[in-house]
């Protein structure tokens, strides 16, 4: 039923946003399991094809289950952000994994000859398609430390083959941020595009739309699922019909399409969002207070905390500074791996987002084979720990982290 008052709150639009009443009168949107869609006649199957008819044709192209995702990723990245007096829209392209949609993003917007600006401490797989992947389509990564915007400035006027600004803010995993107004406002002057990889944040810390960023990525593995049951991506953007054409057109060809179950339980994930990530970061907050007094912790590094180089851009762009944070002990590698055994409710493992706290010691999972120097230049220690933050009752996370560090 279409309502006579627009939802105000964040999360009633992460609840309802992007369902659409199923025929059936399902609930939830149904697991649409099915490869392909029929017509009613040859003529329907020719319209569709041709595009003078909406509607699905075959689930790489688009599946309805899909569609709710998509509808409320974007409508959550929007959220409350006008353009010229005008509500902004963007269209969303759910991927198999956050990798798809790094490389659909990619693969869609360069081409041979072009260059794209990024900076250090990206995610691994990301590091790696600009490293080894992109050269090989004679497509050049350019690093540089963007937190210092005149090395964005220094690098934009020495080289024209500049085409994109590619930012993951906080970015993994080290939690360093990049400012997102000042690089969109550099790239905007420059004619450059600009993506940017929210996966830490998730629209209801930072909508990086809201700055003027053209593309949005996420591995809704994360926090956008929420509960760890399943690998995912999306890629967003506000130039409609850029993303129709170009971006749809080389999705389905490349074939990073996502699946219906994971689909649905991704949406299902989003509808308590901003509730976990309530908990996340206030427990985040507690736990960098805990550890920046702790004997045996060397650093904390938490944007919340004031002490962070970071702390100031976090807090401009972002509700609350999230719930991921790194800390480095002072007994070094082995008293990483000591501590990671000793811990008994978090979990050791290395991914994020989930419901309990979760641990990883780069230097011996993550980042192992990575050279010494390598890992020192990304920042990370032999006595480095990334936490995920969980929402388990605080003393809970408190007890076990003390009891690991003794
Ligand atoms: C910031 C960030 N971007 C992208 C990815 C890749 O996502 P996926 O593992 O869903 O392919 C990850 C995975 O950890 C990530 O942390």
Known sequence: MDKSFPLSGWGSVAVHAGHKQDPNYAHLVPIY???????DEA??????????????????????????????????????????????????????????AITTLL???????????????????????????????????????????????EAIKNDKAIKMLYLETPANPTIQC???????????????????????????????????????????TKFLNGHGTAIGGILLGTDLSFMKDRVYKMAKTLGGNANPFDAFLL??????????????????MEVANFLETHTAV????????????????????????GAMLSFELKSGFQGGIDFMNKLQ????????????SLLSHPASMTHYSVPKEEKEKYGITEGLIRMNVGIENLQDIINDLQQALT
């Open 33 to 39: 399991a099915s490869s392909t869609f029929v017509f």
């Open 43 to 100: 003529e329907q199957g020719m319209r569709r094809f041709s595009g003078q008819e909406e509607g699905y044709i075959y689930s790489r192209w688009g599946n309805p289950t899909f569609t709710e995702a998509e509808n409320k990723i974007a409508t959550l990245e929007t959220f409350g952000i006008e353009k010229n007096g005008v509500a902004l829209e963007a269209k969303g392209i759910l991927h198999a994994s956050g990798m798809a």
């Open 107 to 153: 693969l869609s917007t360069l081409k041979p000859g072009d260059k794209i600006l990024t900076h250090y401490s990206l995610y691994g797989g990301t590091e790696e398609i600009m490293s080894k992947v992109l050269p090989t389509l004679g497509i050049t990564a350019i690093i540089a430390d963007l937190r210092d915007i005149s090395n964005a400035e």
């Open 178 to 220: 990049v400012d997102l107004e000042k690089l969109c406002e550099l790239a905007k002057q420059n004619g450059l595009l600009t993506a940017c990889d929210n996966t830490f944040a998730t629209p209801y810390l930072q909508q990086p739309f809201r700055f003027g960023v053209d593309f949005i990525v996420h591995s809704t």
């Open 267 to 284: 949406i299902n994930g989003i509808k308590t969002l901003e509730l976990r990530m309530d908990r996340h970061c206030a427990n985040a």
């Open 298 to 321: 060397a650093k904390v590094n938490y944007t919340g905390l004031s002490s962070h180089p970071d702390h100031s851009i976090a807090m401009k762009q972002m509700r609350h500074p």
């Open 345 to 356: 409710m978090c979990t050791r493992t290395v991914s994020l987002g989930t419901c309990d």
